[in-house]
């Protein structure tokens, strides 16, 4: 994996804090290779045009993970990826769904890792 934070997307200088102390929830997207995110990008804006203005086109693993334990997190996603080459991904055309424009990627090194870090 190139990096743990999708093209054109930094890391928060500080992590949001809700009111009474919590921290914000985090959502894991996966940064893809430069020539995927082109076409997801292109893709993205031929086929929602009002979406490509909100967000980058982005691969998201998940939307709710607890944003107190995000070092621990850091250090798992780090753990279960080490010495790993950057896995293959198919994307699927993509469609309506829920509201949202989504196209459902297809990858076994991908849904190992997400099972993996759900496991955790």
Do not use: K, Y
């Not at 102390?21 to 076409?39: E, K, S, W, Y």
């Not at 469609?95 to 990858?107: F, Q, Y």
Request: net charge positive.
């Amino acid at each position: 994996m190139a990096g743990l934070w999708p093209a054109g997307w930094a890391p928060p200088a500080n992590p949001s804090v809700a009111a009474g102390g919590t921290a914000c929830p985090l959502i894991l997207t996966v940064a893809l290779p430069d020539p995927l995110q082109r076409l997801a990008e292109t893709t993205r804006r031929q086929a929602a045009p009002e979406a490509a203005l909100r967000a980058p086109a982005h691969l998201t693993l998940f939307r709710h993970l607890p944003g107190l334990q995000q070092a621990a997190l850091m250090s798992d996603i780090r753990a279960l990826l080490a010495g790993e080459p950057a896995p293959s991904l198919l994307l699927d055309p993509p469609a309506r769904w829920g509201g949202l424009w989504v196209a459902r990627a297809r990858s076994p090194r991908l849904d190992d890792l997400r099972e993996g870090l759900s496991q955790r």
